[in-house]
């Protein structure tokens, strides 16, 4: 990994974590005063990073952390609609037990955190979403797809829906990875494909509820969202 992958690999967690929340600055000078770096690998990074959607460049001011509105939220949900089913496909013919056995562990950890819904769980549970589909993502074993999700679908961070989930559509997700776990071991892909379009369509019905109730209690206010699934 050069300099320059590692700035980027550090920034992109750090938006995907809230520590540069939409609208604040990347600062050159501060990244490489902490990382102990020229600004060479810094700014090659932020291109990167513009390039790939995370970061904006405004003019004499740097890197603004972009901000998603509720359009480009529902842009995300039509493009993983057709693309993330036929990752689920892909994998139903090519996991093996390894596989399958670490994406039914992490399913046993989510249903064990919304039962025990201790502070932090949500977090934990979105955490462990993450690692769940980027392991089935693997087991699909395309390269060409996982380049495309990873442009598309992580930008608007993904990890922070699990906080406008009602208790009903928690345990929906929950079931929905459960039911994936039953298609992937019986090598069935349509089976597969339709479990993970259902999934993604009830996060969408999540985000777009969740919104309407945010529009109707500030009707004036700006209407942005950066959450998927």
Known sequence: MT???RV????RKRILDGQYPPGSYV???AIGQELELSRTPIREALRRLVSDGWVEAIPHHGAQVVSWTQRDVEEVFELRVLLEPQVARRAASRIDRAQ???LESLAERMEELCREMGENALEAIAVL????????????GSPR???LLETIVQVPVSRRSYHHYTQEELAGSMNHHRELLRALDAGDGDWA??????HLLAARAAQLRFAACVKESHPWGRQESRDTS
Do not use: G, P, T
């Open 129 to 140: 979403n993450d690692d769940y589909h980027a392991r089935l993502m693997a087991a699909a």
């Open 3 to 5: 300099a320059a992958d």
């Open 27 to 29: 600062r050159e000078a």
């Open 100 to 102: 399958l056995d670490k």
């Open 193 to 198: 494909a339709s479990v993970m379009r259902a």
């Open 8 to 11: 980027y690999q550090i920034i």
């Open 145 to 147: 797809l996982q380049r």
